[in-house]
Nanobody
Framework: QVQLVESGGGLVQPGGSLRLSCAASRFTFSSYAMSWYRQAPGKERELVAAITSAGDNTNYADSVKGRFTISTDNAKNTVYLQMNSLKPEDTAVYYC??????????????WGQGTQVTVSS
């Protein structure tokens, strides 16, 4: 059974930093595009950052550009989200996502259970 397990969330003051981790197991991690999403109370889930399976291209939501960095460690089957200069509006549950589409068009889409990030003084 595929597993994505997030960790690293918590309470941090505005301007602080956190690093989220997502450990993947039971699938070929290096074949998947990895992403971080977040969902704040009363809002839809939104894409925060994404990285290609080759790790050669990243994409960020405008609201986090210059503050957040996504990266992967294929040896550890782990994707990270380094979050700096955190703002109260970054408060949300953060989810790890793995996606892959095979050459035959079969889609794989896996989610973690989420980790809470709260930015407050």
């Amino acid at each position: 059974q595929v597993q994505l397990v997030e960790s690293g969330g918590g309470l941090v003051q505005p301007g602080g930093s956190l690093r989220l981790s997502c450990a993947a197991s039971r699938f070929t991690f290096s074949s998947y595009a990895m992403s971080w999403y977040r969902q704040a109370p009363g809002k839809e889930r939104e894409l925060v950052a994404a990285i290609t399976s080759a790790g050669d291209n990243t994409n960020y939501a405008d609201s986090v550009k210059g503050r957040f960095t996504i990266s992967t460690d294929n040896a550890k089957n782990t994707v990270y989200l380094q979050m700096n200069s955190l703002k109260p509006e970054d408060t949300a549950v953060y989810y790890c996502n793995a996606k892959r589409t095979t050459v035959w068009g079969k889609k794989y889409d896996y989610w973690g259970q989420g980790t809470q990030v709260t930015v407050s003084s």
